[in-house]
């Protein structure tokens, strides 16, 4: 169904992984998609010309989601080139997991490193987003189940990067209420993309924690921003939804 004809949409890390799917379901929809990426450059070429294809138009910004001051510009640049701005999917992040925050050896660069791109790169681009974007407009970041219910050690500053996503969006949707703007997240469980390299099954302990024991598909959530970003989701806003086959359930 084509509902989202005539939105602009700003998908930030659209070249691989989550960041694909969600670019092609919108533009499916009728949106045209802007995405950015921080080094597949042709990989995010290749992702405009699928957009291209589905007869929308499409376009792949160059914008490191750790560097703070480049969110205004990235935002102006999607407004400029396409001439508004109706739907802002914060999808980039870092997964930094692996160490517990009592590790000697842990890499606290990284993790820090992980903060400025998971946290403060959404926030300033929400913030720019939020200036000029349309009444109206959709706001959702893709957190992660973990921020809800850890479950296994070493994944405490990725979870916590999530979670301060969660608040961020819920005074977000308060701020921005009066002008129709939603704000929402949805937390996804295990994926099989790049993020999850050297992983080729979910494993069992894992699968075994959930309800449904399966991995999440990608288009499973994609489908779910779409119908989010769309007419029938006005009323909903400061939510958080849980694609993840019950593992916080
Ligand atoms: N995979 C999972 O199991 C899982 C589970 C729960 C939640 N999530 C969340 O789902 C979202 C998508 O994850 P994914 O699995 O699709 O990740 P992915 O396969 O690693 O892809 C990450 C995407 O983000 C971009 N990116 C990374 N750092 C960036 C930066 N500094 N500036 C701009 N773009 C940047 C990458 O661009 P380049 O190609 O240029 O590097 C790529 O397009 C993330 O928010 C992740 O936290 C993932």
């Given at each position: ?69 480049a969110s205004a510009p990235l935002v102006e640049q999607v ?26 050896n842990a890499d606290t660069q990284a993790w820090d490193r ?59 949707a308060r701020d921005l209420g009066a002008r129709k703007i ?68």
């Open positions: 169904m084509k509902n989202l004809t005539g939105k602009v949409a700003l998908v930030t890390g659209g070249s691989r992984g989550l960041g694909v799917a969600i670019a092609l379901e919108l533009a499916e929809a009728g949106a045209d998609v802007v995405i950015t990426y921080s080094q597949s450059a042709q990989k995010a070429k290749d992702v405009v010309s699928k957009i291209e294809a589905l007869g929308q138009r499409g376009l792949a910004i160059q914008s490191d989601q750790g560097d703070i001051t407004v400029k080139e396409f001439g508004s701005l109706d739907i802002l999917v914060n999808n980039a992040a870092l997964a930094n997991q692996g160490s517990k925050i009592d590790d000697p992980m903060w400025q791109v998971n946290v403060l790169g959404v926030i300033s681009t929400i913030r720019a987003a939020s200036k000029v974007m349309n009444n109206g407009g959709r706001i959702i970041s893709i957190g992660t189940g973990l921020a809800t219910h850890i479950g296994v050690p070493g994944v405490t500053e990725y979870a916590a990067t999530k979670a301060a996503i969660v608040g961020y969006s819920k005074g977000a939603t704000v929402n997240v949805i937390q996804p469980g295990i994926m099989l993309t790049d993020m999850q390299a050297g992983i080729e099954d979910v494993p069992d302990f894992l699968l075994n924690m959930k309800a449904i024991p399966e991995a999440v598909e990608i288009e499973d959530v994609a489908a779910a921003v779409s119908f989010l970003s769309g007419p029938n989701a006005n009323n909903i806003t400061g939510a958080v939804l849980d694609i993840n086959g019950g593992w916080t359930a």
